[in-house]
């Protein structure tokens, strides 16, 4: 595991630790930091391979941040945030919309109600 790190330019003690803990969730049968299933036998036994650098080129997370009809971000307790307005993927309320055409349809509306409500205040 070691050479690995070093072939990829990541810190080796991180890189144990990380491959530890995935370890001990494949032992145990269950994920506690990610939930994720399956999680087959473990990183235990050499040869080791490694693909990448990976690079992430699509950023964003469906649903957004809570907002009102005014495009205002909620924060803590459903607080407006003063002066603070998402639209688009960063404002969707929390939606997750599931048709062809209304992600941009809302990317779009959104925007154009944040820009008015951000310069009317
Ligand atoms: C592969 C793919 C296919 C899709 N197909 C469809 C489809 O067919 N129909 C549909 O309706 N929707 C589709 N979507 C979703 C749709 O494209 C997005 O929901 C929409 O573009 C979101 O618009 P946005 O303005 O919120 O964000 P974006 O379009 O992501 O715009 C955000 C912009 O902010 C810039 N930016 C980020 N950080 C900073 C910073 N710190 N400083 C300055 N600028 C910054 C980014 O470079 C980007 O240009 C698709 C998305 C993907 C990824």
Known sequence: MDGLARALGIPAASF???VAAYNQ???EGHDQAFGRTPLGLGLK???FYALGPAKSWVVFTDGGLA???RMEVLGQG????PGLYAAGSAGQGGVLLQAHGLHLCWAFSSGRLAGRQASIG
């Open 16 to 18: 144990a630790a990380t």
């Open 78 to 81: 459903g607080r407006v945030i």
């Open 25 to 27: 969730s494949a032992d």
């Open 45 to 47: 036994v050499a040869p």
């Open 67 to 69: 907002v009102t009809a």
